[in-house]
């Protein structure tokens, strides 16, 4: 596996494979577990050339202490990409992603105001900015993301849309620890008693699902909330049950489309995020 610290190392290490065919690419922030794994697998799966990149990205970061606390594990990641079969690690410097300021301002309409858009103002900005900037430097065919991030999806098709990228956007399901907590580089913030905490939040929305059989759209987001909050080391900003394609919140089961209700929960100083399908 070859590690490329500037744009140009990256740039010509895949311009050495790219006639082998296509190149897949998988975008991290680091500290790599099981779910970052399933990426590379799927994408070393599907493409003659995996290119991952590992860059804590200051700028979709609204909160300073969580970028500072954000945990940085460069030799650990790459002996599981490595290990994993990625060809080429691109792990570049603040300075080198952004040699200038990106002053870019992208409008994603409603999909960018909602939840996470409504609660870390700029985050989404930041995420197209560095997305961008990613997909320009390796030109994959194909990019690799976790549908725990399910509204990052959206905005990163968006994004694609109003840049005219014709990539494909491949969706991965999200991976769970056994008790059902959703990975998350995060987790490893968490106190034990967090840890221990933690799982309610996928085992309130799993339980949730049955209640769709005679509760109503209303009762069951309060209800979510009031399991979850119950427990003195969580607390819901946001629960929301939406379009899985408008991200707007739906008022009835019997809406056209596909529904999914989307949680962020403050656990101490830990944000984590989760998902589940309803239909
Ligand atoms: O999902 C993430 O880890 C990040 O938001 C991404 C896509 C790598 C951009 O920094």
Redesign the pocket.
Known sequence: MKICRTVSELKNAISERRSLGSIGFV???GALHAGHASLIERCRAENATVVASV?V?PT?FNDKNDLKNYPRTEEADAALLESKGCDIVFMPSVEEVYPEPDTRVFDFGTIGAVMEGAHRPGHFNG?AQ??SRLFDFVNPDKAY?GEK?FQ?IAIIKSMCKQLGLTLEIVECPIVREADGLAMSSRNTLLSPEQRAAAPVIHMTLAASVARKEWADVEETKKWVKEQIDSNNMLKVEYYDIVDSLTLCSVDSWEHDGSIYGCIAVQVGDVRLIDNIRYK
Do not use: A, L, S
């Open positions: 975008p991290t922030m860059f990205n979709q995420v560095v997305v993301f991030d990052q």
